[in-house]
């Protein structure tokens, strides 16, 4: 592979990723013009066309779909090798891109940064909210924080929290005219508030519970639906529903009685927290600061 090819194919990957020649332009630092013009060439070059192209949208074709998953991960490698090769310098440098959840960002990472970025001037961090189980090695992720049950078994993976609990909270006004709910059936006579996850075809969370040894995953109704856990916390505090959060994140609203908590005895404590990363990353030394950092200890 000559210097043209490794380039065309970064360009290809950015185009690919932010799914917008003019977003990926900007990322690349060069005219979208241009970048058009790189993508062109190399699909002459290969003999295939890798992207499809509307006036709304840019998508991978399958070849470029397979294209991208082939050639992602391994360039994702060489970044983490050269990464790892500023132990060189005298002070640990570089950025660090995690993917966590809202309050995971919120409460874990953010409390972190506050201690060990002003001893790092050269460490940067990148948080990106999501709520799928992103594929870190092929979006240029350095590690994720998810709850650990949903860790693959083939990443490291580091606690970063004590257990968790889920929580169903509604405001006082919400409760004045309805009976609380006393099992998770009764969940169908109430307005729920929905989250739409970004993964398996961007579905509606099933609320779960367990009792006893009994799991019910609930389908909950209601009228309103969002993709962030703030704004399900913004909705149930302003009476617009139940929703299904969190323990630590309702904590203060249920302390200052502006939030009314039920069906606690059926949602008892999960894994928590966990920094997860490929296990054949080699990590740079910003990249094990920040793990160090977050690492859970208890208390």
């Not at 979006?139 to 998810?146: F, L």
């Not at 404590?269 to 977050?294: E, I, K, N, T, W």
């Amino acid at each position: 592979m000559n210097r043209d090819d490794a380039g065309d194919l970064l360009a290809f990957l950015a185009v690919a990723r932010e799914r917008s020649f003019t977003r990926a332009a900007a990322k690349l630092g060069m005219t979208q013009s241009a970048l058009s013009q790189i993508i062109r060439n190399l699909e002459e070059r290969l003999g295939m066309r890798l992207l499809n192209r509307t006036t709304r949208s840019v998508t991978p074709t399958q070849a470029g779909e397979r294209l991208f998953a082939s050639i992602a991960p391994k360039f994702s490698e060489i970044d983490a090798d050269l990464a790892a090769l500023s132990e060189l310098r005298e002070k640990p440098a570089g950025t660090v891109r995690l993917t966590a959840t809202e309050y995971a960002a919120s409460e874990i990472v953010l409390p972190a940064l506050t201690k060990l970025l002003p001893k790092y001037p050269d460490i940067h961090v990148e948080i990106v909210i999501d709520y799928g189980l992103t594929n870190i090695v092929a979006q240029q992720v350095d590690a994720g924080i998810r709850p650990g049950e949903l860790v693959a078994k083939d990443m490291i993976a580091v606690r970063v929290s004590p257990d968790l609990r889920m929580a169903v909270v509604g405001s006082p006004s919400y409760f004045a005219a309805r009976k609380r709910p006393r099992v998770p059936q009764d969940l169908t006579h109430h307005n729920c508030l929905n989250l739409r996850l970004p993964t398996h075809g961007g579905s509606l969370y099933a609320w779960e519970f367990e009792k006893g040894g009994r799991e019910l995953n609930v389908r909950v109704d209601g009228q309103l639906v969002f993709n962030s856990a703030g704004l399900l916390l913004d909705g149930a505090l302003k009476g617009l529903g139940l929703a299904y959060l969190t323990e630590g994140h309702v904590q203060p609203y249920l302390s200052g009685g502006k939030l009314v908590r039920v069906l606690s005895d059926w949602c008892p404590p999960f894994s928590g927290y966990h920094l997860y990363y490929p296990s054949r990353r080699q990590p740079s030394p910003a990249f094990s600061l920040l793990v160090d950092a977050l690492r859970y200890r208890g208390k």
